[in-house]
Nanobody, 126 residues
């Protein structure tokens, strides 16, 4: 399984950006897809995830109401639509996938995810 994130760039505060994650070598089954972000010197932080089957999505408090995760099964793509971006959102974003048993309390634990994309830089600045 390979994941490739793209779509990062420079955006002004209050602006929007959509990140994409292309997935190959993947079998749609029972899985969880997540978006994480990591600032220099800090731990990787989960921001949004999507659970297969129910399609239920989850967001952390810091991005709730601003970020939306979605998927296009036909294209093997996952997206993170980001709006009302703030300078604090300036970090590298990663997409990740796991086939491990779903535990809701572990949905944003980076160690729970088996496959990772390479990351894409988002910079929010005027």
């Amino acid at each position: 399984v390979q994941l490739q994130a793209s779509g990062g760039g420079l955006v002004q505060p209050g602006g929007s950006l959509r990140l994409s994650c292309a997935i190959s070598g993947f079998t749609w089954g029972s899985y969880t897809i997540g978006w994480f972000r990591q600032a220099p010197g800090k731990e990787r932080e989960g921001v949004s995830c999507l659970r297969s089957g129910s399609g239920t999505t989850y967001n952390t408090d810091s991005v709730r109401g601003r970020f939306t995760i979605s998927k296009d099964t036909a294209k093997n793509m996952v997206f993170l639509q980001m709006s009302s971006l703030e300078p604090e959102d300036t970090v590298i974003y990663y997409c990740a996938l796991t086939y491990r048993r779903w535990i809701v309390s572990a949905r944003f634990e980076a160690t729970n995810y088996e496959y990772w994309g390479q990351g894409t830089q988002v910079t929010v600045s005027s």
